[in-house]
């Protein structure tokens, strides 16, 4: 099938696609045209990347999932210590927004909200209201 049919049936955009065949991610045969020829392994090879893709896997991640994922005689504790460290990587990004939620809650509540033309949010912007942009994570 085409590229547009590959694309359509795994829900990625053609560019997707195409960038996935640049970087060999996914190696569709060539007809004598030169045009790429997706089978039905390569859709389902497209569906596993976007799959893999929307939990945040990075590019060289999900090249390492699609490794173990054709070597049968994976160890599935390899799979396991990639999808942790994702787990990780997300729980550091939520105390990261966690943090910054704090913060744009503190000058929020700090601003008055009226006609006056002082506005702590602003203020915190430019770094005139100390430590108001603190955005480093808290334990928790």
């Given amino acids: 099938m085409n590229i547009r049919d590959a694309a359509r049936l795994s829900g990625l955009p053609v560019k997707t696609v195409r960038y996935y065949d640049e970087i060999g991610l996914v190696c569709p045969d060539r007809r004598e045209n030169g045009y790429r020829d997706y089978s039905q392994r390569d859709v389902h090879m497209l569906r596993f990347l976007a799959r893999a893709r929307s939990l945040g896997f990075s590019i060289e991640e999900c090249r390492q999932l699609l490794s173990l994922y054709q070597d049968r005689n994976r160890a599935s504790r390899d799979v396991k210590r990639l999808a942790e460290e994702r787990i990780r990587q997300i729980d550091r990004k ?14 929020v509540a700090a601003c008055h909200g009226d006609d006056r033309p002082d506005c702590p949010i602003l203020d915190g912007l430019a770094g005139e209201e100390e430590g108001a942009l603190d955005t480093t994570p808290m334990p928790g």
């Fill in 94 to 107: 939520i105390q990261e927004l966690k943090a910054l939620r704090a913060t744009l809650g503190h000058l």
